[in-house]
Nanobody, 124 residues
Framework: QVQLLESGGGLVQAGGSLRLSCAASGRTFTSYAMGWFRQAPGKERECVAAIADNTYYADAVKGRFTIARDNAKNSVYLQMSNLEPEDTAVYYC????????????????????WGQGTQVTVSS
């Protein structure tokens, strides 16, 4: 059974940092595109970062967030720095078995597997 398990969320003050981790199990995700998405109350789920042959970052997080993967550990990470209250959301890890062109890697409908999410709250 394929599982993605996120960890590392929490409450942090504006300007602080958090590191999210996503551990995958059930199969090897080396060839999969991996993404971090977030969803705030009343808003659509959006991709903040993704990694395949290239990396993608949403404009809102460029220069503040970094995505990385460790294939040996079947894991992907999201280092978040200089956090803002607008970053408050539930963050989800996702994996896609498709070969995703950079223009579509941010689309949640192209991802096959999802974690349960981890809450990130940034206080002002």
């Amino acid at each position: 059974q394929v599982q993605l398990l996120e960890s590392g969320g929490g409450l942090v003050q504006a300007g602080g940092s958090l590191r999210l981790s996503c551990a995958a199990s059930g199969r090897t995700f080396t060839s999969y595109a991996m993404g971090w998405f977030r969803q705030a109350p009343g808003k659509e789920r959006e991709c903040v970062a993704a990694i395949a042959d290239n990396t993608y970052y949403a404009d809102a997080v460029k220069g503040r967030f970094t995505i990385a993967r460790d294939n040996a550990k079947n894991s992907v990470y999201l280092q978040m720095s200089n956090l803002e209250p607008e970053d408050t959301a539930v963050y989800y890890c996702a994996a896609s078995s498709h070969i995703l062109h950079p223009t579509v890697i941010r689309f949640p409908g192209l991802y096959d597997y999802w974690g349960q999410g981890t809450q990130v709250t940034v206080s002002s």
